[in-house]
C-alpha cells in the first residue's frame, strides 16, 4: 500500500540556519511527490514537487527537494531559514488515475530568532 | 495563477441544520475535486473525490448521507453537512485538480483552497 512516512513530527531550528525535512515513501509505481507548506490561518501552499527528469527541484521560497529512488526519500531543503518559514510543512504521493494525494503526518516547522 | 475559493471560511451553525460550502478553481476547470477534513495538529483527511458529472467517491468510513457532494460545473463542487453535529466541527479544505499535463498547458497538479472552519454548536 502507498504510504509517506515524515519521521520528524517537530524541528526546531534558529534563523539562518540550514533545514532538512525528511520524507520517505512506499509506492510501487514512478511516484508524483510534492511538497506544500500550511502557514498558520492560511491554506495549503504548494512548494515545489517532482514528475520526472531531474532528481533535485527547485521551489518556491527557496526551497529545494531531492528525489532519491534507491532511498524512497523525499527531503525537503533550505540553506538558510528566515522566521516566516515557521508553518507545517506536508510531503504527499500522487496515487491512481485521479492523482489521489497521500499524506505524511506533517512536520512542524518553529524557527527561532 | 491555479487558484482556488472556497466559501465560507467559517460557519457556526446550530446543531441539526445543515451547511453548505463552496470550492472554486477560479482560473483553471477541475473535472476533479478533493474534499479534507483536518483535525488540529494533524495531517489531512481526505474524504471525498468529487467527480463532475458523476457521483462523488467516498473514503471508508466516511457517510455518503452525512457529507452530500456535488461537482455540478468544471469549477464549482459543494461539501453539505447534513444534519451538522459538535461532533461535525472541524476545519474542511478543498482542492481542485489541474488535470492538463505541462505539454498540455497545465500542472497536473492539486491546488487548495484557503478551508472553512466549521462550529456547530
Known amino acids: 500500500a502507498q504510504s509517506v512516512t515524515q519521521p520528524d513530527i517537530h524541528i526546531t531550528v534558529s534563523e539562518g540556519a540550514s533545514l532538512e525535512l525528511r520524507c520517505n515513501y512506499s509506492?510501487?509505481?514512478?511516484?508524483?511527490l510534492f511538497w506544500y507548506v500550511q502557514s498558520p490561518g492560511q491554506g495549503l501552499q504548494l512548494l515545489l514537487k517532482y514528475f520526472s527528469g531531474d532528481t533535485l527541484v527547485q521551489g518556491i521560497k527557496g526551497f529545494e527537494a531531492e528525489f532519491k529512488r534507491s532511498q524512497s526519500s523525499f527531503n525537503l531543503r533550505k540553506p538558510s531559514v528566515h522566521w516566516s518559514d515557521a508553518a507545517e510543512y506536508f510531503c504527499?504521493?500522487?496515487?491512481?488515475?485521479?492523482?489521489?494525494?497521500?499524506w505524511g503526518l506533517g512536520t512542524s516547522l518553529a524557527v527561532n530568532p | 495563477g491555479a487558484v482556488v475559493s472556497q466559501h465560507p471560511s467559517w460557519v457556526i451553525c446550530k446543531s441539526g441544520t445543515s451547511v453548505k460550502i463552496e470550492c472554486r478553481s477560479l482560473d483553471f476547470q477541475a473535472t476533479t475535486m478533493f474534499w479534507y477534513r483536518q483535525f488540529p495538529k494533524q495531517s489531512l483527511m481526505l474524504m471525498a473525490t468529487?467527480?463532475?458529472?458523476?457521483?462523488?467517491?467516498?473514503e471508508q468510513g466516511v457517510e455518503k448521507d452525512k457529507f452530500l457532494i456535488n461537482h455540478a460545473s468544471l469549477t464549482l463542487s459543494t461539501l453539505t453537512v447534513t444534519s451538522a453535529h459538535p461532533e461535525d466541527s472541524s476545519f474542511y479544505i478543498c482542492?481542485?485538480?489541474?488535470?492538463?499535463?505541462?505539454?498540455?498547458?497545465?500542472?497536473?497538479?492539486?491546488?487548495f483552497g484557503p478551508g472553512t472552519r466549521l462550529t456547530v454548536l
Open positions: 509506492y510501487g509505481a514512478t511516484p508524483y
Open positions: 504527499a504521493v500522487s496515487a491512481g488515475n485521479n492523482r489521489k494525494l497521500i
Open positions: 468529487s467527480n463532475e458529472g458523476s457521483k462523488a467517491t467516498y
Open positions: 482542492s481542485a485538480r489541474d488535470e492538463l499535463t505541462s505539454w498540455q498547458g497545465g500542472t497536473d497538479t492539486q491546488y
